[in-house]
């Protein structure tokens, strides 16, 4: 079965940190990993995304307060976010792309709320 299990989400107060994971399962063949987030009533954009190689790339908005990195052997990928403010607050969503074809797999989400 393809899923994308997320986790790590929850209630932080602004300046604070959140470290969610990401397991992959019956995906084969990942070529890269990433977060992406959905604020109300906003698109869904991208956060952070990382490859096989481990090279990453960051949001402008988020560049020196988050990073991912990816353990391959777990098919597993992480996002530490620290200083977080409250225009992070979203849904957050694991992505895998996989394949000959870069099929995107998405996990359900998990939802970060930066509040005092």
């Known amino acids: 079965q393809v899923q994308l299990v997320e986790s790590g989400g929850g209630l932080v107060q602004p300046g604070g940190s959140l470290r969610l994971s990401c397991v992959a399962s019956g995906i084969f063949n990942i070529y890269a990993m990433g977060w992406y987030r959905q604020a109300p009533g906003k698109q869904r954009e991208l956060v952070a995304i990382i490859t096989s190689g481990g090279s990453g790339n960051y949001a402008h908005s988020v560049k020196g307060r988050f990073t991912i990195s990816r353990d391959n052997a777990k098919d597993t990928v992480y996002l530490q976010m620290n200083s977080l403010k409250a225009e992070d607050t979203a849904v957050y969503y694991c992505?895998?792309?996989?394949?000959?074809?870069?099929?995107?797999?998405w996990g359900k989400g998990t939802l970060v709320t930066v509040s005092s």
């Open positions: 992505n895998a792309n996989a394949g000959p074809y870069q099929v995107n797999y």
